[in-house]
């Protein structure tokens, strides 16, 4: 029987010191490290890849919310909604259950 995979629960934070960005969740007091997100030549982009870090665990319930109160197909997720079909996309690659989604060692 194969383990669920489950994330951190957010929220989860972000601040720097120069460079890197670093990701945590839980308090000031105690915080629990998720990452560094490296900035090399564009610090907008990094700043903009750790603010959208940041907001997955909100998106991700988010997007479960919509598919059900989806007003185009009702909350029915059929395949021919495209909102629905983008937002399954998201919440199966966030949940490791996208088989079109390979992460490669680097």
Known sequence: MTKKQTH?????????RDRPYLLWSG?????????????HAHRADGLANTRLISAA???LEAAKIAIDKCIYCYGHSSSSCKSCSILNKAISK??????????KKL
Do not use: I, R, S
């Open 8 to 16: 951190t629960p957010g929220p989860w934070f972000f601040g720097w």
């Open 27 to 39: 308090t000031k007091e105690n915080p629990v490290f998720l990452a560094e997100v490296q900035n």
């Open 94 to 103: 966030a949940e490791g259950k996208n088989a079109g989604f390979h992460a």
């Open 57 to 59: 665990p909100e998106l």
